[in-house]
């Protein structure tokens, strides 16, 4: 007979068939000698129960192992600026933590607690992170840590295992919705399948176990197996209404009968119910004609900037090649990179152009299951303008709904995890997001860092990399009306799409009209998409022509125009999208200069400081910030200028799509800031400062000629016969002595310190010597100009 964990493809039961939760009884197990409250599945109060117990009776810090599930916090402050991963960081305080509060459970009940309490927390940040990687990851920590601790492999324990295949099960629904999430239907229903027989022998052995956890464990998978189910069915109904099919799956009765049967969370509700909806919406569009994409291109766009190092830097050190072990190399560098590259004016100065660098890059290939695998074309792009991107483009056909919805998100940081590979690199990746990230993050910096065999002996700035948001651009150039999704019908048949107007009536309009989710809760979520924040830009060049634009995605749809005309204003679409590089990369040389500037000042007041060399730094610092300032105000006023590209009407689409996207309002609060650093009198107050204690120096040569003038005069008087000479000579010396500490607390204060007024003198022979030097050398040098 097989383990009640390894069944698989359970049929749907009737609700009753399911035991409902039940109540665990007061009463220890194993070893453990301490109480174990009452733990009833789904009971509101039973989580506090459970902190209670553990808080009160063992001395587990709850909060903190709550608090192993929030990294938030732990981001800001590794890596402030949110380019970093501090993934191994927070799983090495994780997994520190797990162990410290593992120690603190010696008894069999009160390791399954905190087993119940890690599900009960993760759960509960699953409801609320985009991070479902790492969540995953650190259960996984879990398990493994108090496994370790507690010698769980050696000699097991039933209850203690119990709870543990509890979190795991949890880890699996998480798996469950990634799956969701890239858009595949053959994976879904796998890990459907998978968790649904994970809930079944859990069930059973739970049952088995008895006592206060397993009846816990019991009652909660009871609910979470009757969820299930209910969705595969849910699921099985959307595929047969899809295909023109009759389901006669009645949603809405037995919703209404399970909503009185079972404890269910208002999450789990909710989820259903977007279920419901979805299936009632594709009854209602079954008389409507849907949307299919029969040819297009979608481009995947990582936008980012450069500070540190310019333009040239740039072009000189990657000609080199991305090399390095493992590395994704080039096949190739193009000096002009764009493909309609005459729309742009060629006259303007060199450092403004857009046409730059490009790096091609091998093949990507996605694998997103068995049967289906998407190649894309990848390259880097560097302009002097400073708009840089990694680009990533592929040719789609016969796309329905559902499948244009998955397409559009693979960029995004939260979709589904697909296998990603790069021709030669030997690696693979888990997301489109994390290719680029490494690629531009950790392999770009080291590329463009300074190397003395092959830049000079000179030591380079350090380069720092600037992400944008991601973007997907689709182009549509051929779409048809269909009766449903998945009909098999000749291209005769079909009836061609026009215009924007007549795509936008079908059904299945919705995934243009919206930006790229990063959530969803069924494959046919895209039915209940609304437009409420798309931005449509009508009749660019000819009537009925199309162009979308929301928060990270543009659609353009110039379906009765040759490819080349939509092909300009996909140019001129993934110009703007890659404009967020480059503000990251303003925005973060304006948080440097503050931040210089604060140091400066707080270096120019701390004892002992240089103040000269932050003076020197202060004023090396306006200059470039005036420099910048120049250059950032000119590339605004080229954005928005009729000379930047050489059609007017390309100007004019460029403009309205500034408008549309938001770039205008980016720009403003750009030049606001800019003002403010601008205006910012940091320089003055130094300058102020520094005028000071120049003053101290002034002030001290006075007080010594006083003091030279009364000693004179004091001689006058002597030799005059006035009082006598001992009296003389004791008012001498009380002004000499006055002289020298008001003159030496001068100094003092002048260079900043004692100490420093100590190096001071000690390298004032040397600077004589030095002086002495160069006044020789400048000599010899007039001798021998003379004629």
């Given at each position: 007979?097989?383990?009640?964990?390894?069944?698989?493809?359970?049929?749907?039961?009737?609700?009753?068939?399911?035991?409902?939760?039940?109540?665990?009884?007061?009463?220890?197990?194993?070893?453990?000698?301490?109480?174990?409250?009452?733990?009833?599945?789904?009971?509101?109060?039973?989580?506090?129960?459970?902190?209670?117990?553990?808080?009160?009776?063992?001395?587990?810090?709850?909060?903190?192992?709550?608090?192993?599930?929030?990294?938030?916090?732990?981001?800001?402050?590794?890596?402030?600026?949110?380019?970093?991963?501090?993934?191994?960081?927070?799983?090495?305080?994780?997994?520190?933590?797990?162990?410290?509060?593992?120690?603190?459970?010696?008894?069999?009940?009160?390791?399954?607690?905190?087993?119940?309490?890690?599900?009960?927390?993760?759960?509960?940040?699953?409801?609320?992170?985009?991070?479902?990687?790492?969540?995953?990851?650190?259960?996984?920590?879990?398990?493994?840590?108090?496994?370790?601790?507690?010698?769980?492999?050696?000699?097991?324990?039933?209850?203690?295992?119990?709870?543990?295949?509890?979190?795991?099960?949890?880890?699996?629904?998480?798996?469950?919705?990634?799956?969701?999430?890239?858009?595949?239907?053959?994976?879904?229903?796998?890990?459907?399948?998978?968790?649904?027989?994970?809930?079944?022998?859990?069930?059973?052995?739970?049952?088995?176990?008895?006592?206060?956890?397993?009846?816990?464990?019991?009652?909660?998978?009871?609910?979470?197996?009757?969820?299930?189910?209910?969705?595969?069915?849910?699921?099985?109904?959307?595929?047969?209404?899809?295909?023109?099919?009759?389901?006669?799956?009645?949603?809405?009765?037995?919703?209404?009968?399970?909503?009185?049967?079972?404890?269910?969370?208002?999450?789990?509700?909710?989820?259903?119910?977007?279920?419901?909806?979805?299936?009632?919406?594709?009854?209602?569009?079954?008389?409507?004609?849907?949307?299919?994409?029969?040819?297009?291109?979608?481009?995947?766009?990582?936008?980012?900037?450069?500070?540190?190092?310019?333009?040239?830097?740039?072009?000189?050190?990657?000609?080199?090649?991305?090399?390095?072990?493992?590395?994704?190399?080039?096949?190739?560098?193009?000096?002009?990179?764009?493909?309609?590259?005459?729309?742009?004016?060629?006259?303007?100065?060199?450092?403004?152009?857009?046409?730059?660098?490009?790096?091609?890059?091998?093949?990507?290939?996605?694998?997103?299951?068995?049967?289906?695998?998407?190649?894309l074309n990848a390259a880097l792009r560097f302009s002097p303008m400073g708009v840089h991107s990694l680009r990533l483009e592929r040719t789609v056909e016969d796309l329905y709904p559902s499948q244009l919805h998955a397409a559009m998100f693979r960029a995004a940081r939260e979709h589904g995890t697909v296998e990603v590979s790069c021709e030669g690199s030997g690696a693979t990746w888990d997301r489109l997001a994390r290719f680029a990230r490494d690629l531009i993050l950790r392999q770009l910096p080291e590329e463009l860092a300074h190397r003395p065999d092959l830049d000079g002996k000179a030591p380079g700035d350090a380069p720092r990399i600037h992400r944008g948001r991601s973007h997907v651009l689709v182009r549509v150039l051929r779409a048809s009306e269909r009766g449903r999704e998945f009909e098999e019908s000749a291209g005769d048949e079909a009836r061609l799409v026009q215009d924007g107007k007549r795509l936008l009536e079908l059904v299945g309009s919705s995934v243009l009209l919206h930006a790229a989710p990063d959530a969803k809760e069924s494959l046919w979520d895209w039915i209940r998409l609304a437009d409420d924040h798309s931005k449509r830009i009508w009749n660019q060049r000819n009537q009925g022509d199309l162009l979308i634009s929301t928060e990270n995605t543009t659609v353009i749809a110039a379906l009765d125009a040759p490819n080349f005309i939509s092909g300009d204003l996909e140019a001129i679409a993934e110009f703007t999208a890659c404009l967020s590089g480059m503000m990251a990369a303003w925005n973060h040389q304006l948080d440097d200069y503050r931040a210089g500037v604060t140091e400066i000042i707080a270096g120019y007041t701390r004892p002992g400081a240089d103040r000269t060399a932050q003076m020197e730094a202060m004023k090396r610092k306006r200059m470039q910030m005036l420099e910048f300032e120049g250059d950032t105000r000119q590339v605004i006023a080229l954005l928005h200028s009729p000379g930047l590209l050489r059609s007017p009407s390309n100007a004019a689409a460029l403009r309205r799509l500034l408008a549309a996207r938001g770039v205008d309002e980016q720009l403003g609060g750009f030049s606001a800031r800019l003002n403010e650093v601008m205006a910012d009198q940091s320089e003055a107050t130094l300058q102020r400062w520094e005028g000071d204690r120049h003053q101290r120096v002034r002030d001290s040569l006075t007080a010594a000629v006083s003091a030279l003038s009364v000693c004179a005069a004091i001689s006058i008087w002597q030799a005059a016969g006035f009082w006598s000479p001992a009296g003389w000579g004791a008012a001498t010396v009380v002004v000499a002595a006055w002289a020298a500490v008001y003159v030496s607390a001068q100094w003092v204060s002048y260079n900043g310190g004692v100490w420093s007024t100590v190096r001071f003198l000690a390298g004032s022979p040397v600077r004589a010597v030095r002086r002495a030097h160069t006044r020789a050398a400048r000599l010899r040098l007039r001798r021998i100009a003379r004629p």
């Open positions: 007979m097989s383990h009640p964990s390894k069944r698989r493809n359970e049929t749907q039961a009737d609700p009753a068939a399911v035991p409902a939760p039940r109540s665990g009884a007061t009463g220890t197990t194993g070893s453990s000698t301490s109480a174990v409250p009452v733990l009833e599945a789904r009971d509101p109060a039973v989580q506090g129960l459970i902190e209670a117990h553990l808080r009160d009776g063992c001395g587990v810090d709850t909060q903190a192992v709550r608090d192993c599930f929030i990294w938030n916090g732990l981001q800001s402050e590794v890596d402030p600026g949110g380019e970093l991963d501090v993934e191994e960081e927070f799983l090495r305080r994780a997994g520190m933590e797990f162990e410290r509060q593992a120690a603190l459970t010696p008894g069999t009940a009160d390791r399954a607690l905190l087993c119940l309490w890690v599900h009960h927390s993760s759960v509960r940040a699953w409801n609320h992170t985009y991070r479902v990687d790492m969540l995953m990851k650190c259960m996984a920590r879990f398990r493994d840590v108090v496994r370790r601790a507690w010698g769980i492999d050696g000699e097991p324990d039933a209850t203690v295992e119990l709870a543990l295949r509890l979190c795991d099960l949890v880890r699996e629904e998480i798996a469950l919705e990634d799956a969701l999430k890239t858009g595949s239907r053959p994976r879904y229903t796998e890990a459907l399948d998978t968790v649904i027989g994970s809930c079944a022998g859990l069930l059973h052995d739970a049952g088995a176990e008895g006592g206060p956890v397993g009846g816990f464990v019991a009652g909660e998978v009871a609910v979470r197996r009757q969820y299930h189910l209910v969705l595969r069915d849910l699921h099985r109904a959307l595929v047969a209404q899809s295909s023109g099919q009759r389901e006669r799956f009645e949603v809405r009765k037995v919703l209404r009968h399970l909503v009185n049967a079972w404890p269910f969370s208002s999450v789990e509700l909710s989820k259903m119910n977007a279920h419901r909806q979805a299936l009632e919406r594709l009854r209602e569009a079954q008389k409507d004609k849907w949307m299919r994409i029969d040819e297009g291109r979608i481009v995947y766009l990582f936008p980012f900037g450069v500070t540190g190092v310019d333009y040239e830097t740039i072009r000189a050190r990657l000609k080199r090649s991305l090399a390095g072990p493992g590395a994704v190399r080039p096949l190739a560098v193009i000096d002009h990179f764009t493909y309609h590259a005459d729309i742009w004016e060629p006259r303007l100065e060199k450092g403004k152009r857009f046409d730059g660098l490009e790096l091609i890059l091998p093949k990507v290939r996605l694998r997103v299951d068995g049967d289906t695998v998407e190649e």
